[in-house]
Each structure stands twice: as C-alpha cells, then as structure tokens.
C-alpha cells in the first residue's frame, strides 16, 4: 500500500498539475476567449434562449433536438445565478472541468495503483500534458465536462464494487444519468452500472438482476422524458438527429486506434498502418513469454475495482462511438474528442501491462527497470509537451487551433464581420446567411439560413429555386456571405439573384454582403 507520505505528496502533487493545466488553458485563450464552433454555437445561443424565456431553441429559433439539453440548462443556469454572459460562462466552466479531469483522473489510477506510487505519478502527468484534452477545454462544448462526469463516476464504480452501499450505488445512478443527458454515448455509464451491480451480486444473481434492471430503468428515464417532450418519434430526431447517419464501423475503428496512437507518438507514426501491427505483435510475445504467475498478477491486478470499472466502460464506449459516429465528420486525425473520454481507462490498463508483464518478470532488477521507465518517460515527456506549448502559443495569438471555426483573429479582423456588427448592432432587420452560427456569434441575435437543400441528398438546384420564389417574404433583409464557402448544398450569390433582388455593399476576399429584397410580381 502507498504510505500516508507518498499520498500526502501525491495529492498536493496532483492539486498543482490541475491548476497549471487551468492556467494553460488561461493562456491559451487570454486574448480571443474560448474557441466557438458550430456546436458551441448552438449549445451557447440555446442557452441564451432559455435566459429570454423561449425555451430550448437555437439561434435560427429551431427546437433544439440535436443533442440532449442539460450543457445549455446548466450554462443558462449559472449565468442566471452570476450574472456573467453564457458564452464566458462556458469558457470558464470547462477551464475548471480540465483541472477536475486532471484531478479525477488521477484519483482513479491511484485507485488502480495504491501499492506501485511510480503509476499515479506518471500517469497524472500523462493527462496533464494531453494537447488533447487542452484542445476540449478551451473550445465552447460538452466533451470536458463529459469526460469529468465519466470519470466520477469510475470512482464511484469502484467504490460500490468495495463497499455496495446506498450512497456509492445512488452516485452511480446520478453521474450516469447526468452523464446521459450530456451526450448520448452517456448511455454506456448506465449500461456499465448496470453489469456492475449484477457482478457484485452474483451470489444471488435474481436479486442482482433486479437491482441492475431497477438501477437502468430510473437512470434512463430522465434521457427518454427528454427525447419524448422535444422530439417527434415519426422522425429520425428521436434521441437526436443523424445518430446512425454515414456510419462505417471498419473505417471508425481504423481511425479511432490511429487517433489514439497519436497522443503518445508523432502523427507520421500513429497513422502508418504498419504501427498497429508491431504493437499487437509485442503484445503477443509479451503474453507469450510471460509465465502463468504473471498472467494471474496482471488478471487480479485488472480485477481490482476501479481498474474493473474503467475497462469495461472504455470497451463499451469504445464500441458505441465506432459503431454510431459519422465517418465523414471525424476522419481528421486530429479530431479526437470523441476517443479521448477513454485515456485514463487506456493508462490502466498500459501500465497495468508493464507492471505485471514486465516489470515484475525481471525479478532481481525491479528496482533498475522502475528507473529505466522514470527515465524513458522523461524523454517521452518531450513530445506532448512540445505540442501543448505550440498549441497554447498559436491559439492564444489566433484563436484557439482545433475545433474553433468563428472565434478566431482573421474573422474578427475581416470586413465582412465588422459589417454584419454593424448591422445587427443599428437594424433590425433579418440577417441570412451561409453560416449562420458565425453570424450568431458576431452579434448575439437570432439568424436565418440563406437558401438551401437538404446536406444528406443530392442537390437539384432548378428545383431549389422553385422551392424559395418569393424568397425572403414581404420584408427585406440582408445576406452575409462567408468566404471560403465549404457548403455545398447552399445556393450562392449568383443563383440566388435569380429568386431576389441583390444590392451588393460588400465583395472581398473575406465574404460578400448584400441588402436583399423580394422581386416585384
């Protein structure tokens, strides 16, 4: 067991490495603020509807159906309580859940680690130095706050599996059902919970099967009164749109392990297809030369609760998010927020490996092989070090680097957002535009989406413009349009001059704005 001493250490240790990794994620975004992408956007201007009291809807005024709600209830709720703006609300509360993430990971692998102090050390620093992580923080979105929910519960997992009282079981029930209403993928906490309570009741596997059954029905029912009150069951919104859309599971794991790759090597190496198969190879001469002694230590070590708990929760989100993601959105290598929920369970089990496989099998020279790893992860310290200070360094000159597609210095600097200020800020009139997230975030007001098709079908743009004569309606607006335009299932300037009258204010590199009127009958 770790002495009183070392844990003393340990956590004062651990209290430090969470606040310098708020303080990074300060500076990364001391000057343009958190990054804001179209989600962020939505969640954000969702909760600014709430605050006006008009309910979950979005900056076009649409229910909001795409996500389950409790990120905007809880923005619009202590924004309410201190009076400080939503989107600074956002930006602070998720500096502080990286702090939370750094400290509650670390407490779940000193739960894995109590008699081997070196993993706990190691490992809180692992998840401190993740660009990664940093990359969630300091973006307006749920995925910290999500990851600081799975973990507390990890811990109450396996405080349950230890003592089975009232109160670990009902903190279980309410991180997962919080965790659910967060993001959907928060459904496999209810899932872990429930096999964990029919495992630590198998010696009466009718009444374990009760509970577990008792403890999924209540923690889902606040996610299915949600999906019931918002979304229409004839449609492909219930529990949220596009759930199952573009899906390639083979594609989604291929990505998924090369992403995962790349937080403890250089991308050129994390994406050769030849990386993956030396790893498993090692892996399977470790097994292989490894004795029966050392697969028992490994296997008792793995059964330890909160090792158990992590496991089983990273293999039932793995699978989830590979079997439910959109291939299209997330093959960027760099696009890892929905896989880095699982670094802390992934650490477990890697140092679990090391401890039991090999380390322990070198016997007489433990102590030598103890400082080789201190060593060699000193050198490997170099890498997400080196990449945290780059990515703190541009973001906090240029907005922050990943994820962030409005809150960046070029678009506050360009003309085109000087103008659409402009014109939020003196007229009232309707706004369209192209990106409507972006021309939210730039004057706090509902828009409207310009002319367009659907995005899941192919685009017949005769018909389209069948579809919006008279467009925009009796009173005149303006359109702002963004450049570069990534959208191609929206009409551009030159078609839509065939449906309305556009009287140009605006052409630039940046964007075009017009004022836009319906053509006379």
Not at 66 to 72: A, D, E, S, V
Not at 142 to 168: G, N, P
Not at 378 to 385: C, Q, R, S
């Amino acid at each position: 067991m770790m002495s009183k001493h070392w844990k003393k250490i340990f956590w004062v240790y651990l209290f430090t490495l969470g606040l310098i990794c708020i303080s990074i994620g300060g500076f990364a975004t001391s000057i343009y603020g958190a990054g804001v992408g179209t989600d962020g956007a939505l969640q954000i201007s969702t909760a600014d509807s709430l605050l006006r009291g008009e309910g979950l809807r979005d900056y076009n005024a649409t229910l909001f159906v795409r996500w389950p709600p409790l990120y905007p209830v809880t923005i619009a709720a202590l924004s309410w309580s201190t009076g400080i703006d939503t989107l600074t609300v956002g930006w602070y509360l998720n500096l502080f859940s990286f702090g939370l993430v750094v400290w509650l990971g670390g407490a779940l692998l000193l739960e894995s680690f109590r008699d081997k102090p070196m993993w706990p050390f190691l490992g809180s620093l692992v998840i401190a130095t993740s660009t990664s992580l940093l990359s969630i923080s300091v973006n307006i979105g749920t995925d910290i706050l999500f990851t600081a929910l799975v973990l507390a519960f990890l811990l109450a997992a396996s405080r349950y599996l230890v003592s089975k009282s009232v109160w670990s079981i009902a903190a279980m029930g309410l991180l997962a059902s919080l965790s659910a209403l967060m993001r959907i993928p928060g459904v496999t906490l209810i899932g872990t919970g429930a096999i964990f309570i029919l495992y630590s009741n198998r010696s009466v596997i009718g009444k374990g099967f009760l509970k577990a059954l008792l403890f999924s029905i209540i923690t889902v029912l606040p996610m299915i009164a949600w999906a019931i009150s918002t979304n229409d069951l004839n449609d492909d919104t219930f529990f949220g749109v596009y759930l199952f859309a573009s899906t390639w599971p083979l594609t989604n794991l291929q990505d998924g392990l090369f992403k995962i790759l790349h937080w403890f090597i250089p991308y050129n190496l994390a994406t050769n297809i030849l990386t993956p198969l030396i790893i498993a190879l090692l892996l399977a001469v470790l097994l292989l030369v490894s004795r029966k002694q050392d697969r028992s230590r490994l296997g008792r070590r793995l059964g330890q609760p909160a090792a158990l708990s992590s496991l089983l929760f990273g293999g039932l989100y793995f699978a989830f998010v590979v079997l439910t993601i959109n291939s299209l959105d997330t093959r960027d290598t760099f696009f890892d927020r929905y896989y880095i929920v699982i670094l802390v369970p992934l650490l477990i089990l890697l140092f679990a490996i090391l401890e039991e496989l090999v380390i322990n099998r070198l016997e007489r020279y433990q102590n030598l092989a103890r400082w080789m790893v201190v060593v060699l992860f000193a050198v490997w310290l170099i890498y997400p070090i080196y990449n945290l200070q780059k990515y703190a360094r541009y973001s906090r000159l240029e907005g922050v680097l990943t994820y962030n597609r409005f809150n960046t210095r070029a678009l506050r600097e360009s003309e085109v957002v000087k103008l659409l200020q402009t014109i939020g800020e003196h007229d009232n009139q309707v706004i369209f535009t192209n990106y409507s997230a972006a021309a939210w975030y730039y004057t706090r007001k509902n828009v409207a989406n310009s002319p367009r098709g659907s995005i899941m079908g192919d685009l017949d743009f005769d018909d389209l413009i069948q579809e919006y004569q008279g467009w925009p309606g009796d009173e005149p607006g303006y359109l702002v349009w963004f450049l570069p335009n990534f959208y191609d299932h929206v009409l551009e300037p030159e078609l839509l001059a065939e449906l309305a009258e556009l009287d140009a204010i605006y052409k630039g590199s940046d964007g075009e704005v017009y004022r836009v009127k319906a053509r006379s009958p």
